[in-house]
């Protein structure tokens, strides 16, 4: 199944790509890697979850929080990519930025809303290393920022 | 000297490669770059070591939490590459990231028992760049986490 | 016009490239990638700004501090490849760790910084990926560090 079908049978719609928040760009391409800037959850132009994990904001809607973000390193890539994330061969690393309270210790469940989505949408493909820490503040306030690298065929 | 016979001169017996705390894989291979997810300081399925650096744990402690670290880092390696520590020609990159308090200075020494690890098991090809930070928070309160890539020939 | 024009045009001198804090290797080069150590406002071996954004320091000031940590970056770039910056072919990524407070929300000026600069010396080979996040803590009391990746073009 390829990647387009995956994410309709998941009736999923990826967003239009959002502009970065600053002076770089959403992704660029060198030695066969997509590298993608730092997403947080941002739809339409503004962010849809903000604040410190333990304490603004519940672990539930991390989730939420970082699925979006995903969904946006996605859209990019496949902007990217002229619209073909068939292109992607594989996910070297996936880094999650929890902007959390000193005592939170549930990234694991938080960053596993990201690596499901990826194995979803992905496949074998989507198969990928991670690491994920706690920060002390995201831009915007954010609740988290997601960084992705993809490996691409050419 | 092969790092084997390193391993065993400094009589380091390295531990089971220790299961992901989450969805993901221990380590990916992509582009002759081998991407281990970040380790914390697990021994036999259970955190070793926990807390703040700087207020629950001493920086003689967090330097075995290291250690511990690197190792499980390099035990994914090894169980990766089918037992093979030589293919290994390389290590770009170092990431200590450590679960500190916000008046910590000292990651320099903290990171240092990563590095002098690397090069004491690898010889000159664990020569890396590194970059160490603290963060508010790491999984299951570890007080820190290894990232760490390895290059591969083939 | 090349890096080193560029250079001379913006008035900018690159500093002697800085020792690294700990026993690290200021950058290391493995498969046409230049790989740069985390890098903090260290000017002739002292911290020439401190402390935590937001608190001590001010947006101004963190802006110079990122500029000063960038220009280490590239005179280890320079050093590294015996002067002739112009190998450079592409700058994947930047990652700018920001020394903050937790209610610190602007990344993305201070990063900006950084991204300008990048650009300025480099033209269009100096656009580039970016991740900005707020951390709890940096070595010697740093307000920022900045970890910078080149491609190289052998």
Redesign the interface.
């Known amino acids: 199944m390829s990647v387009d079908e995956r994410l309709n049978r998941m009736q999923i719609q990826l967003p239009e790509p959002a502009n970065?928040?600053?002076?770089?760009?959403?992704?660029?391409i060198?030695?066969?890697?997509l590298?993608?800037?730092?997403q947080i959850p941002i739809v339409n132009g503004e962010l849809k979850y903000s604040g410190?994990v333990g304490f603004d904001i519940s672990l539930d809607e991390v989730g939420n929080a970082i699925e979006v973000s995903v969904l946006n390193a996605i859209a990019i890539a496949k902007f990217t990519l002229d619209g073909d994330l068939e292109r992607i061969?594989?996910?070297?690393?996936?880094?999650v930025?929890?902007?959390?309270?000193?005592?939170?210790?549930?990234?694991?469940?938080a960053?596993?809303t990201a690596?499901?989505l990826l194995?979803d949408i992905f496949g074998d493909i989507g198969?990928?290393?991670?690491?994920?820490?706690?920060?002390?503040?995201?831009?915007?306030?954010a609740p988290v920022?997601v960084?992705l690298d993809f490996?691409i065929n050419s």
Chains 1, 2, 3 share one sequence.
Request: hydrophobic letters at 35%.
């Open positions: 970065p928040v600053g002076l770089y760009k959403p992704s660029i060198i030695n066969k890697t590298h993608i800037s730092g410190k061969t594989g996910v070297p690393r996936l880094r930025y929890i902007n959390s309270i000193d005592t939170f210790t549930d990234h694991a469940t960053a596993n690596s499901q194995l198969i990928h290393s991670r690491s994920a820490v706690g920060v002390s503040s995201l831009p915007l306030n920022e960084e490996a």
